[in-house]
């Protein structure tokens, strides 16, 4: 089962604007990561947060966890054309050391 | 570095017919996995793998077998091919424990009829 879970399921703004998108999760953790896919490539690692942290920032991208309500915010200032994807949370918190539980993802179209 | 590299990027096989889908990475890394993309269910991991010779089943192994040989091979056998298994294929590889930064493949799309 699902282990992180992303809302919103789509999201639709202007160039220039912030996308916010919300990630849960059900087990403890060691981190959570996100990753954004373009259409029909690979997933590509964006940012790890540690499940100490509290908020962590790289470039215009801006993630917080808040562990005792298990869950995990994406904030991308000044979005662009070219942030159109899906995004994803993931988290090893049911098969830890293992292999990383993504939720079902975010896509995100940002227009000009 | 050529990083996580799939084989191939597209296959159509008719329902009964088994084949391999390929994975290797150039970077050392203990950790691999297999994942299983469907629009609206995000991934859904097949197999991993710890180290070589060390291999366990994720969420949906039905239908699916892996080896670990080497550190840079983590095949992923289809052994009769069903419909439900029409789907996109993601190889990952991670360097430590799988909570580090994970590296993916471009992916193989694979239809059976």
């Known amino acids: 089962s699902q282990q992180g879970e992303e809302d919103p399921q789509a999201l639709s703004i202007q160039e220039g604007e912030n996308a916010t998108m919300n990630c849960s999760y059900k087990?403890?953790?060691?981190?959570l990561q996100w990753y954004r896919q373009n259409s029909g490539r690979g997933l590509v690692h964006l940012i790890l947060i540690r499940s100490n942290e509290r908020e962590k920032h790289s470039g215009r991208l801006r993630v917080t966890l808040d562990t005792s309500k298990k869950s995990s915010s994406l904030l991308i200032t000044a979005s662009r054309a070219a942030d159109t994807a899906s995004y994803f949370c993931?988290?090893?918190?049911?098969?830890?050391?293992?292999?990383?539980?993504f939720g079902k993802g975010t896509t995100l179209s940002v227009s000009s | 570095n050529a990083g996580v590299t799939q084989t191939p990027k597209f296959q159509v096989l008719k329902t009964g017919q088994s084949m391999t889908l390929q994975c290797a990475q150039d970077?050392?890394?203990?950790?691999m996995s297999w994942y299983r993309q469907d629009p609206g269910m995000g991934l859904r991991l097949i197999h991993y793998s710890v180290g070589a010779g060390i291999t366990d089943q994720g969420e949906v192994p039905n239908g699916y077998n892996v080896s670990r040989s080497t550190t840079e091979d983590f095949p992923l056998r289809l052994l009769s091919a069903a419909p439900s298994q029409t789907s996109v294929y993601f190889c990952a590889s991670t360097s430590g424990p799988a909570h580090n930064e994970q590296f993916f493949g471009p992916g193989t799309r694979l239809t059976v009829l």
């Open positions: 993931a988290t090893d918190g049911v098969q830890a050391g293992t292999a990383l539980i």
């Open positions: 970077m050392n890394h203990e950790y």
């Open positions: 087990t403890s953790i060691n981190n």
